[in-house]
RNA sequence: CGGGGCGUGGCUCAGCCUGGCUAGAGCGCCUGGUUCGGGACCAGGAGGUCGGUGGUUCGAAUCCACUCGCCCCGACCA
């Protein structure tokens, strides 16, 4: 295409409300403008970019054998409310009313209608399995959106159903979904990990997350270097680590201490001269409207995540200070699990075994000595512990390293969740009716621009891969108005059309240094500088990821290209 | 929703504290000219209800109240 003619509108500075690069990059590169907040307008670059994208996701789904729908994004109210979800997405979900009333809403995903599909048509066994998927707006009334496109309040996603008859038909639709990702991710030219993830409110049983390692991401991932084991922090599991300072031995029985003031586990660990790994952390939680004391080691913090699967609330909330005084009769700096009747006491595992801590007393400004778990109370064990940076791999016992991260794309196993309470029902071989399993998987379509524009980028714009480039080349002439380079420009341009290369011709009236500068900014890969050196039949091909520029005989200009961007 | 910050030509910002000239600068834009390998130069020009409403005042971009919007931190989060 011609730049002259394109609506391009570059920023020679950084607009004030950007603070990622990616949004910074996209701002000034003409890509978006910002419409409210977490609203985007997609320009001509981004549109074709997204475009690029959605059609290496087409494909891949499709080679999986995935077909392609595309449902309402203006959904009833009754299919979410059908299974729930109504209720449970709260004010995440965008909902509105129409002119008689009635209640609406805008689809997040779209597991209720695709369920409502499959149940209205699926009789039989034979029918399945099924894949189905649609590229689509969805539409999240995010409480803050933020850093550009990263956090959105209307977006487009890839999402993907699958029905089978039984367990193994979904780990193989799983595993297709797993390889598709991967295939699609590589093409774009991501660097990314999948990680073990949290399945969180969707229940099921397995989940996978694409990440793409960024400090403008929201997720923590643990991976550790040596094994290659990779979770979403949520989940992540370290092997148990020996506290600092060995607990004394034998059979000792709790012995109160004055601890005047000291309610942190710092303070306390100053007063006694004991690391904070001797001590017991406790806190309080209300988790299904019922008091939860949860133990854990003193250098340790909760993953509420974790507590929230095992409690089976993830609304969970800590108790307020007057809830605590009543239950403990004491404040929250010197609350121990000793004596503890009226509520029950999980414990994590890095807790088990240990011998003679530190625990508050259950009375202000005292703390108690020589408390073992399983001796001076009894405690549920289980894994309660967020992983740190620094822990060790429980896999190999490597150190494991705590990582930012965008998430690109999810699959999980759903298990039966909306089937069963939709009442998706088929005949088997049998005759006998049974309940399909279903799995469900998404992909963030801008989450891989933005992605890919955190990864590569330097000082002077997006270094975006070729395979989601808006443009393969741009095709510079210095100087335009210079006949022969318009002219030369011009016609290696038309060659690179009919290489099927995405060329841009800069033909813009402009200094050479302002179309260099632009170039470089909207991350086009490759650029042929047309300049004196036509003179001598030569052009220079530049790479705009190592500014590496060789001189080219202008009719070879195009083949080149061509062969670079295989 | 809690905390913080910011709203002044298209963009980046100054002016506000301490009210008073015609509301400024750089960039961008338009016209003409000179230029042409990393965001040129000269000359001329267009463009602003100072987010909105109300108040105080002889007088408000500036002070006060309310309100709307945007950004950041937190809470929240398929």
Known sequence: MIWSKLFIPTLRENPAEAEVPSHQLLLRAGYIRQLSAGIYSYLFLAQRSLLKITQIVRQEMDAIGAQEMLLPALNPAEVWQESGRWDIMGDNLFKLKDRFGRDLCLGMTHEEVMTTIARGELRSYKQLPQIWYQIQTKFRDEPRPKSGLLRVRQFIMKDSYTFDMDAAGLDAAYDKHYQAYCRIFDRCGLEYMVVEAHSGAMGGSQSHEFMVASDAGEDFVAVCPGCGYAANLEKAVAAPQPPALADPEGDRAPEEFHTPGRKTIAEVAEFTGLPESSQMKSLVLVADGKPVLVMLRGDHQLSEAKFGMIANDPEFRPAQADEIQAWFGAAAGSLGPVGVKNMPILADRA?????????????????????????????????????????VCGKCGGTLDVRKTVEVGHIFKLGYKYSESMGLRVLNADGKEVTPIMGSYGIG??????????????????????????????????????????????????????????????????????????????????????????????????????????????????????????
């Open 351 to 391: 807790l088990e075994g240990r011998r003679n801590m530190i625990a508050g007393a259950n009375k202000d400004d005292h703390h108690l000595r020589h408390v073992t778990p399983g001796e001076d109370f009894r405690a549920e064990f289980h894994d309660l512990r967020q992983v740190a940076e620094g822990d």
């Open 445 to 566: 379509i801008e989450r891989i621009l933005c992605a890919a524009i955190e990864l590569f980028h330097d000082k002077d714009g997006m270094i975006l891969p070729a395979a989601i480039a808006p443009f393969q080349v741009v095709i510079t002439p210095a100087n335009n108005s210079d006949g022969a380079q318009a002219e030369a420009a011009r016609g290696i341009y038309q060659q690179c059309l009919a290489l099927g290369i995405d060329a841009l011709l800069d033909d813009r009236d402009e200094r050479p240094g302002v179309k260099f500068k632009d170039a470089d900014l909207i991350g086009v890969p490759w650029r042929i500088v047309v300049g004196k050196k036509l003179a001598s039949g030569m052009v220079e091909l530049v790479d705009r990821k190592t500014r590496q520029a060789t001189d080219v005989a202008v009719g070879e200009a195009p083949a080149l290209v061509k062969q670079r961007l295989r």
